[in-house]
């Protein structure tokens, strides 16, 4: 049973701490999403990555935030230092592109992340 | 810049009663919309996927519904059941990699 898995499920932390936060994708597929989702702001793009490059990330705070993918199988989300209004779920999600197609998004459980 | 929204917030039905979910969007140059479930304290789980040449997509209880030029999709749900409580959230992939996604619409249906 292939699924997106995200460690860690929950990591409270103190301000000023730097956080990383790690998603498997699903083997074989070829794009990777990062979201994050609060109450006030619903479900953000914060960046995209296809064949490992990173397409998209005009959605993230570019001072703290970074987003890398060092090989197929593992994405990173990084936020140095990391705030109080960084606290929300951050969600992983995988997928399969073929030219200008998108298949469906596949979503991991998300990490609970809650800022002090 | 596109906007997706969805009507109403919240509903609450009784079981058995069939209904309809809204979405509708700005601009009508999308790739593909998608609909997805989302439980409390859980991930997304994807419904239906309606890519931009299609008009509509069934799966089980589950009939959805695109109409481009209009900027609306619809999600059915025939004979619903307390098992259905979940927020169902719509998503609009717009090209250049973006997916854009709704406020979502909490549903709770009683038995």
Sequence with gaps: ???????????????????????????????????????????ELLAYFRNRAPLDDSGMPKDRF??????????????????????????????????????????????RLTVL | KQEVTQIPAAL???EGENLVLNCSFTDSAIYNLQWFRQDPGKGLTSLLLIQSSQREQTSGRLNASLDKSSGRSTLYIAASQPGDSATYLCAVDTGGFKTIFGAGTRLFVKA
């Excluded at chain 1, 979201?35 to 619903?42: A, E, N, V």
């Excluded at chain 1, 060092?70 to 109080?84: G, H, M, N, V, Y």
Aim: proline share 8%.
């Design chain 1, 66 to 111: 970074s987003a890398e993918m060092p090989d197929a199988t593992l994405a990173t989300l990084k936020i140095q230092p990391s705030e109080p209004r960084d606290s929300a779920v951050y969600f992983c999600a995988s997928g399969l592109a073929r030219g200008t197609d998108r298949d469906t998004q596949y979503f991991g459980p998300g990490t």
């Design chain 1, 1 to 43: 049973d292939a699924r997106v898995t995200q460690t860690p499920r929950h990591k409270v932390t103190e301000m000023g701490q730097e956080v990383t936060m790690r998603c498997q994708p699903i083997l074989g597929h070829n794009t990777v999403f990062w979201y994050r989702q609060t109450m006030m702001q619903g479900l």
């Design chain 2, 12 to 14: 609450s039905v009784p």
